[in-house]
């Protein structure tokens, strides 16, 4: 069994329509346990496998002998060598899935289906610590990240001086 991008598509589409037709069609608490059941089996590849041979990067954690735990971020690869095509559907994939259970949670949240909130929520979370690892992992994305912040900085500080400029035009 090979994991590859049309796999880690139904993992995330199968732990999505998955647990919402289970939790509202059942309400003996199955779609809740398969929900948990799938998540998990999802961080667990997309940590130790999907990453690995999609981008090239890995994380983990350890516990030092003080009790300290320590997190490793590991970038194995040069990115930018990477196959495109591959790089786009794994972050697009995690953007795309921590944003719809995003949304589930908070249309969960405002209909006050608490229990079933919190399972969402759980799932996020899940989510969110992947995507948090791998962009910590990624040379590329930190500088993608970087380029764009000075990117906004010189738009928005060029918005401000050129209106300072027209302000003091006018007077």
């Known amino acids: 069994f090979f994991f590859n991008d049309t796999a880690t598509t139904e993992i995330y589409t199968e732990q999505i329509v ?20 799938f998540s998990a089996f999802d961080f667990w590849t997309v940590k130790n496998i999907t990453g690995r041979l999609l981008v ?3 994380w983990w954690s350890k516990i030092k002998p003080d009790g300290e735990q320590d997190w490793i ?4 690869l040069d990115e930018s060598k990477l196959n ?4 786009t559907f794994f972050w697009g994939g995690q953007l ?12 969960n949240t405002l209909s006050l289906k608490l229990t079933v ?9 899940l989510l969110i610590v992947n995507l948090y690892a791998y962009y910590k992992c990624s040379d590329e994305k930190k500088k993608q990240m970087s380029d764009l912040a000075t990117r906004a900085g010189s738009q928005v500080a060029g918005q401000v001086i050129k209106s300072s400029l027209m302000q003091g035009n006018r007077a």
Not at 96 to 107: C, K, N, S
Request: aromatic residues 14%.
């Open 18 to 37: 998955g647990s919402v037709r289970c939790v509202q069609e059942t309400g003996n608490g199955l779609g809740e346990i398969l929900t948990i059941i």
């Open 56 to 58: 090239g990067l890995r």
């Open 73 to 76: 971020f590991e970038c194995k």
């Open 84 to 87: 495109s095509v591959d790089k």
């Open 96 to 107: 795309i899935f921590t944003g719809v259970w995003l949304a589930i949670f908070i249309i």
């Open 117 to 125: 909130a919190f399972l969402n929520l759980f799932v996020f979370a």
